[in-house]
């Protein structure tokens, strides 16, 4: 049997899998990565692809690319219900930053637009762009076997077309393997949660419904009918392709599973379109199962979980895949740094500290908003045991000018304006927030949320958050902060005054082997601060500087120039990166 060496096995080539092939390639990092399936996905599935996500993509260099193949922004926007394609709308909401008082919030916080990507759609981007990195990447090979010990990871691969064989030896693996992990379950990573809940089914379409959404363009239409409230209602309709090709998705009981033959989900559509004379055609029908689940570790020794082998959720507030590639983006720089030799070993360990916070948020947040939508059928008079008479007629109650529905229509007006936190929930998009041995604490306390924090996301330089983005020239060209940082490098981030910061940062890197770029902001420096936004969101002075993680975090902070800056930038970085952590000094607090 053939014998593999490489840095690290990655088993999956989902979005989570994929982004890691191609972070890791472009380090220079040796990886193998393998998945069973014999190429990328061959269904849409997941498809809300956020800002922070299109900022890894931007990073990686295919922002672009994925934008030449997603639908835009500006086509996502409007939620609505109705009983039917045909019927009179019931209700409607401006989603994902597109209504008039959210898009100075969206534009202001991100370079990146969010776009509707299905995945069979996006894994092909991220494969070619990983492909271009010199990623080696296997498809139709199995993971058969898979052990560790303190010196390495040892796996056994099969070719499932050929039965082949191959060892592979590997200093470390990331188990990305989806919902089903044999990473999470061959290793016994412990799990909380429960699985099981609901069920649900995709059904894969075509269907030209231009003449109904062309003018109420969006991601999600809601069709909710008399007799069926189980859950969201009679079924989603998932833009896929405007306006010919869609997901038509519907939950179901368990214990009573639906017919899913070619006849009754055709009616189904045809049910909930509302206009016969639509043609349609299946494509596919697939189902899933509903869980809340996530684990309770994401590193174990040399292995670490990503993706949907670490949480798993439903597809609420559309943050699984965009999750998935956030884990992989906070894993490989630290994988690549340890790699080399510029980090301790901790340094893995905040990976754990840091990404499984975000995990249980997400899937608490799923959940919540899941249930979230239950005021909505209730509004419309549905109830369980309901007959579908009983439900028209409560639903012309609801329309009533009545006293009584007038209360309803309130109450409907309260139960949409609920839907903000799963469909504008723009804080739990962006605002992740990290606290482990990779960030250097200045002492200071989070910035008191001046509005809702789900909803609203509010940028701040405290060691741990997401830089913010703030508009910049360099010569003719503009820019934004977050340009200046990424591409598996640190960057230290200074203003007028603060050049000495520059000099001890470039000294530093030669010294510790350690990639870091510097960059100065504001009037009279490279990058010019030319409307102010820098000023307002650096939070030192303009001779403090800020030391950027590769993933755009900030690590530290120093609210102006030190007497000695070599000497604690040396510290920071020796404490961000673990570089032997026993004999660190002690970091005093130099926030601002």
């Not at 069979?120 to 990195?133: F, K, M, N, S, Y």
């Not at 959404?213 to 896929?240: E, K, Q």
């Not at 045991?385 to 000018?401: N, R, S």
């Not at 598996?488 to 000099?503: A, D, S, V, Y």
Request: charged residues 25%; hydrophobic residues 40%; aromatic residues 8%.
């Amino acid at each position: 049997m053939q014998t593999i060496d490489t840095d690290v096995l990655v088993v999956g080539a989902g979005p989570a899998g994929l982004t890691a092939s191609a972070l890791l390639a472009r380090d220079g990092v040796d990886a193998l990565t393998v998945t069973k399936y014999p190429g990328t996905a061959h269904s849409p599935r997941a498809h809300i692809t956020n800002q922070r996500t299109m900022e890894v993509f931007r990073d990686l260099g295919m922002e672009d690319a994925v934008r030449a193949v997603a639908t835009p922004n500006e086509l996502m926007g409007n939620n609505v219900w109705s009983t039917s394609f045909a019927a009179p709308e019931l209700a409607r909401l401006s989603t994902w930053g597109t209504a008039v008082e959210r898009v100075s919030d969206y534009t202001a916080a991100s370079p990146s637009r969010m776009c509707n990507i299905p995945q069979h759609l996006l894994e092909p981007v991220v494969l070619d762009r990983a492909l271009d990195l010199g990623a080696d990447i296997r498809f139709s090979t199995e993971l058969i076997s898979i052990t560790q010990d303190e010196h390495g990871v040892r796996a056994v691969v099969r070719h499932r077309d050929t039965g082949e064989r191959t060892a592979v030896r590997a200093r470390y693996a990331i188990g990305a393997d989806g919902g089903r992990s044999t990473v999470a379950e061959q290793l016994g990573f412990p799990f909380e949660g429960e699985s099981g809940l609901g069920a649900a089914a995709n059904v894969w379409l075509e269907a030209d419904l231009t003449r109904y959404c062309a003018h109420r363009p969006g991601t999600l239409y809601w069709m909710c009918r008399p007799g069926n409230d189980y859950w969201v209602g009679s079924g989603t309709w998932i833009c896929v392709t405007p306006w010919t090709e869609w997901v038509l998705l519907f939950m179901y009981d368990p214990a009573d599973e639906p017919d899913l033959g070619e006849k009754a989900v055709l009616e189904r559509a045809r049910t909930t379109i509302g206009d016969p004379g639509v043609d349609i055609r299946i494509k596919a029908v697939s189902t899933w199962q509903i869980n809340r689940v996530v684990a309770t570790r994401f590193r174990q020794g040399r292995v670490f979980l990503a993706g949907d082998a670490a949480h798993r959720h439903p597809p609420a507030n559309g943050l699984g895949t965009n999750t998935s590639i956030q884990d992989s983006y906070n894993l490989c720089w630290k994988l690549t740094a340890v790699l080399r030799g510029a980090a301790g070993e901790e340094l893995l360990d905040s990976y754990d500290a840091e990404r499984r916070p975000v995990g249980k948020q997400v899937v608490d947040r799923a959940m919540k908003s899941v249930a979230d939508m239950a005021p909505i059928t209730s509004a419309f008079g549905f109830r369980p045991g309901q007959t579908a008479e009983e439900g028209w007629a409560a639903l012309d109650g609801l329309l009533a000018p009545t006293d009584e529905g007038r209360r309803r229509r309130d109450e409907l007006a309260a139960a949409v304006e609920l839907q903000n936190y799963q469909f504008n929930c723009h804080g739990v998009e962006l605002g992740q927030r990290y606290e482990s041995c990779a960030v250097v604490d200045d002492g200071t306390a989070w910035p008191e949320p001046d509005r809702d924090p789900e909803l609203y996301y509010q940028p701040t330089t405290r060691p741990g958050a997401r830089l913010p983005h703030a508009r910049l020239e360099h010569g003719d060209q503009p820019q934004s902060t977050l340009d200046l940082c990424g591409r598996g490098r640190f960057t230290l981030l200074t203003g007028n005054g603060g050049e000495p910061w520059c000099t001890a940062a470039d000294q530093l890197a030669d010294e510790l082997g350690i990639p870091l770029d510097t960059c100065t902001i504001g009037l009279g420096c490279a990058y010019r601060d030319v409307y102010g936004d820098w000023a307002r969101l650096r939070g030192t002075a303009e001779t403090g500087a800020l030391l950027v993680r590769p993933d755009g975090h900030v690590a530290w902070r120093h609210h102006e120039l030190a007497t000695d800056p070599g000497a604690a930038l040396r510290d920071a970085l020796n404490s961000v990166l673990r570089r032997d952590p026993a004999t660190l000094p002690h970091l005093t607090a130099t926030g601002g």
